[in-house]
């Protein structure tokens, strides 16, 4: 594989996309991202399916982070593209049709179709001096020592690793929070209370700010109470302490605290908004590596 520059993707640039100061100017379109999404797909409803519509939150913050498109069409089209390559990746290499890897690398081939036209439009943009931040803008803009672009195919194949990563997982963790908070109204008043003391200290309009999160600490101690009964990512997990390279290849605690940014936001605006129960407690959850719930986790919502 061709060398690139420590300017390249896989050392140094995904650590700046994700520090600290990048994510907190991100944090602002989390908020506002995860709001409107509950109200387009759940304002007015009384039942609901969480799992659903919590992947589609998800994709489109991965989306808006990496790839700076949050297009409602595009998202839908990519849910169930993305479902079938997280699956096809801890199943047998057999790319017959019929089996979930010959579904995946179909999945596959869909999304670098798609990945390849946001490529174009963001070449175009970028041709027009429109300044971008997402992380697929400096991907284009920054050349190995040679002073070669990297090929546009090898970007999307990039890019779609990176929302790979951030999706299902991120997803998973989100329900079954909600399974377990809508389970236990003690411990859902406890964190509604904490967030609504944190929308009473803000101006009407005022988006979540960094110093916000640093006040959801119980409701963090749930996520991880949530993750430690129900790993989003079954026998693989490891905690990235602080940043390191290894073997030439960055390795960002950035990533993991986009993820936690990711699930506060979209908390945030569940508990002002809904309080909810879950209809079927005991649902079947399937899945060997990552655990899904069967029904998609369906709710009953109290619109507050």
Not at 219 to 226: G, R
Not at 274 to 300: A, N, Q
Request: aromatic share 8%.
């Amino acid at each position: 594989m061709k060398k690139y520059s420590p300017d390249i993707f896989k050392t140094k640039i995904l650590g700046e996309k994700t520090a600290p100061e990048a994510l907190a100017r991100f944090l602002g379109k989390m908020d506002s991202i995860s709001h409107q999404l509950l109200v387009d797909h759940w304002e007015g409803k009384e039942e609901v399916e969480a799992y659903p519509l919590v992947k589609i939150i998800t994709l489109t913050l991965s989306c808006k982070f990496i790839l700076g498109t949050d297009n409602p069409e595009r998202i839908a089209r990519l849910v169930s593209d993305f479902d079938d390559v997280t699956l096809g990746m801890h199943s047998i290499m057999l790319n017959v049709p019929g089996t979930i890897f010959y579904k995946a690398n179909k999945a596959a081939a869909a999304i670098r179709k798609e990945l390849l036209l946001v490529i174009k439009e963001k070449e175009a943009a970028l041709a027009t001096g429109e300044p971008l931040h997402d992380i697929l803008s400096h991907m284009i803009v920054i050349t190995d020592p040679s002073g070669k672009h990297m090929p546009e195919a090898e970007i999307a194949d990039k890019m779609m690793g990176l929302i790979v990563a951030g999706y299902s997982t991120v997803a998973t963790a989100i329900t079954f929070m909600m399974k377990y908070v809508g389970e236990r109204p003690d411990i859902y008043d406890k964190i509604r209370a904490e967030h609504m003391e944190i929308a009473a200290s803000k101006k009407e309009g005022e988006l979540l700010e960094w110093e916000d999160m640093h006040k959801m600490k119980y409701s963090w101690n749930v996520i991880c109470e949530t993750m430690r009964l129900n790993p989003p990512f079954q026998g693989t997990f490891r905690e990235v302490l602080t940043d390191f390279t290894y073997a030439g290849l960055h390795h960002s605690k950035g990533l993991e605290e986009y993820a936690r940014l990711a699930v506060l936001a979209f908390l945030h605006n569940m508990v002002k908004k809904y309080k909810w129960e879950v209809l079927f407690p005991d649902e079947r959850v399937i899945g060997d590596m990552i655990p899904t719930p069967e029904r998609g986790l369906p709710l009953r919502l109290y619109q507050l």
